[in-house]
């Protein structure tokens, strides 16, 4: 299996707050997780990659210091949202890349956690 | 011209028939390419890969792949309602995330 879990799955918070997702594969090793944002009928957004045991890569346009990525070990990593405000309430997803000689690159999306900022 | 094409949609088609969703690229250097299916309000789960060229099948479902053309297709037979989702289709580009297509949302009418 190759199942990954994110917590919590909805949270809602007052703006200026910070907010802490993690995200976990439970049954395998991930090299590398991904944050990825999605608005409303929009289009999956990749925020950031995020490394066991090195600095996150970001995408261009996510600020690293409002989005604060932690990767501990092979099975977890976090977002804060750090200082939020009703313009970061989105749908938060992350996946996980397996970490095997037989894979193909595969990635496992966790179930999303989704973000209301009051 | 995006990385990963696909006809937003949506695709409408009655119940017990083959759905058809398409996806271009334009990496000729792309190694694997992947199906995913994100139902409204939840996260995308993998529905199969595939990486040589020619068809691979997975119950009621047919991935195909032409690399010469640079299309890959997802066949759904025996459609279902249940089947009515948005469906995306990754590429490998040799980054360390896959490239994400934009997806085309596909009805199944009972």
């Known amino acids: 299996g190759a199942v990954v879990s994110q917590h919590p799955s909805w949270v809602i918070c007052k703006s200026g707050t910070s907010v802490k997702i993690e995200c976990r594969s439970l049954?395998?090793?991930?090299?590398?997780m991904f944050w990825y944002r999605q608005f409303p009928k929009q289009s999956l957004m990749l925020m950031a990659t995020s490394n066991e045991g090195s600095k996150a890569t970001y995408e261009q346009g996510v600020e690293k210091d409002k989005f604060l990525i932690n990767h501990a070990s092979l099975t977890l990593s976090t977002l804060t949202v750090t200082s939020a405000h009703p313009e970061d309430s989105s749908f938060y997803i992350c996946?996980?890349?397996?970490?095997?000689?037989?894979?193909?690159?595969?990635?496992?999306f966790g179930p999303g956690t989704r973000l209301t900022v009051l | 011209q995006k990385e990963v094409e696909q006809n937003s949609g949506p695709l409408s088609v009655p119940e017990g028939a083959i759905a058809s969703l398409n996806c271009t690229y334009s990496d000729r250097g792309s190694q694997s390419f992947f199906w995913y299916r994100q139902y409204s309000g939840k996260s995308p789960e993998l529905i199969m890969f595939?990486?040589?060229?020619g068809d691979k099948e997975d119950g009621r479902f047919t991935a195909q792949l032409n690399k010469a053309s640079q299309y890959v297709s997802l066949l759904i037979r025996d459609s279902q309602p249940s089947d009515s989702a948005t469906y995306l289709c990754?590429?490998?580009?040799?980054?360390?995330?896959?490239?994400f297509g934009s997806g085309t949302r596909l009805q199944v009418q009972p």
């Open positions: 595939i990486y040589s060229n």
């Open positions: 990754a590429l490998d580009m040799g980054r360390r995330a896959l490239t």
């Open positions: 049954d395998f090793q991930a090299t590398t």
């Open positions: 996946s996980a890349r397996k970490l095997a000689v037989s894979s193909y690159n595969e990635q496992f």
